[in-house]
């Protein structure tokens, strides 16, 4: 980043970055474009920006255009308590494994490319849900030109590989290529809590914290040794999780998710009735101020205090900045 920008320009650009959606990206997008320095030292930027712009004009104006046959979404729209894309190469075992954790009854087959577009689905992972999106298998054959934009509101991914397949390291190396194309980053490191990874010199790249998913393990007797061996060779260093549909191993998935997330479950309390209401989920270090706002934005501006309900302990007043723990409950006051 240029070091003369203003601070408008600054804040448009931390919106960029934490931006869920499509429109909201869209308009810090326009606003860093208002707002940066005009000179020879920003036209590489100002002409990444403008590319940028172009994208996401396209990406909204397309169901328009289709009219009531609205064309395929490319942006999934991120819900419940993280969103998680699956990456891999052709008939690495993703679609299986979708419908095994959410029961989306997307398309699976035993031939390449059976998923074609953006396949969302909800893990239930207690009393919440984990989004996860099945996204069609990058290969150089298979250009994605939108994976750039449907992997901005990703807050991890899986990348799924069969280490039963021969060919599986050279195909992961181009995935990874591929992806670094369109400066997306696989990183092993995970936030577990609140603040995503990002490259303060490129507004533009996606640093996204991902795990290998070994899947069919029941097809090969040394998934570990396999693994390790595909990580020396692409040169990742990625967690590693095993799993195998036909043999039910794949619950811990969501369970090894909701911690690498960092997912904080609070759950709000009637001051009149004193009834548990569905979580709220945010990321570990977040605050009362945090859950407030997920409740409706005029909350978050009146807050003026809550009280936190534990088990075994007396209630007691807090203040909005207080941070909370996974199975608080708060009594929320304005």
Not at 53 to 72: D, M, S, V
Not at 269 to 289: C, F, H, M, N, W
Not at 300 to 324: E, V
Request: with cysteine.
């Amino acid at each position: 980043m240029p070091t003369n920008v203003s601070p408008e320009y600054k804040k448009a650009e931390a919106d960029y970055k934490a931006a869920r959606e499509s429109r909201d990206r869209l308009t810090a997008l326009r606003e860093m474009l208002r707002t940066i320095p005009k000179h020879k030292g920003t036209e590489h930027l100002q002409a990444g920006i403008k590319t940028k712009i172009k994208e996401l004009t396209e990406e909204l104006a397309a169901p328009r255009k289709a009219g009531a046959r609205a064309g395929p979404v490319y942006t999934v729209r991120p819900e419940g308590a993280g969103q998680i894309v699956l990456l891999g190469p052709p008939n690495s075992g993703k679609s299986s494994l979708h419908h095994a954790l959410t029961g989306s009854g997307a398309p699976v087959g035993a031939y390449p490319f059976t998923t074609q577009h953006p396949q969302p689905g909800m893990a239930p992972v207690g009393d919440i849900g984990i989004q996860l999106i099945d996204l069609p298998p990058i290969t150089a054959e298979h250009t994605l030109p939108w994976i750039g934009n449907a992997l901005q509101p990703a807050d991890g991914a899986l990348l799924v590989v069969d280490v039963s397949e021969p060919g599986c390291v050279a195909a992961v190396e181009e995935l990874v290529g591929l992806l670094e194309e369109r400066k997306v980053f696989l990183t092993g490191e995970w936030p577990s809590g609140a603040g995503a990874p990002t490259d303060p010199d490129d507004p533009f790249a996606k640093i996204l914290p991902a795990a290998v998913v070994a899947s069919k393990a029941d097809l090969t007797e040394q998934v570990e040794e396999e693994i390790e061996v595909l990580m020396e060779l692409v040169g990742l260093d990625l967690p590693v999780l095993r799993s195998s549909v036909p043999d039910g191993e794949v619950s811990h998935l969501g369970d090894w998710l909701f911690g690498a997330l960092g997912v904080v479950r609070v759950y709000t309390v009637s001051a009149s009735e004193r009834k548990d209401d569905r979580p709220y989920t945010i990321r570990r270090g977040q605050t009362v101020l945090d859950v407030a706002a997920l409740i409706h934005k005029d909350f978050a501006r009146d807050l003026k205090f809550a009280r936190l309900i534990r088990p075994g302990q007396p209630d007691r007043r807090i203040g909005k900045a207080f941070p909370l723990e996974d199975g608080d409950r708060i009594e929320i006051h304005i």
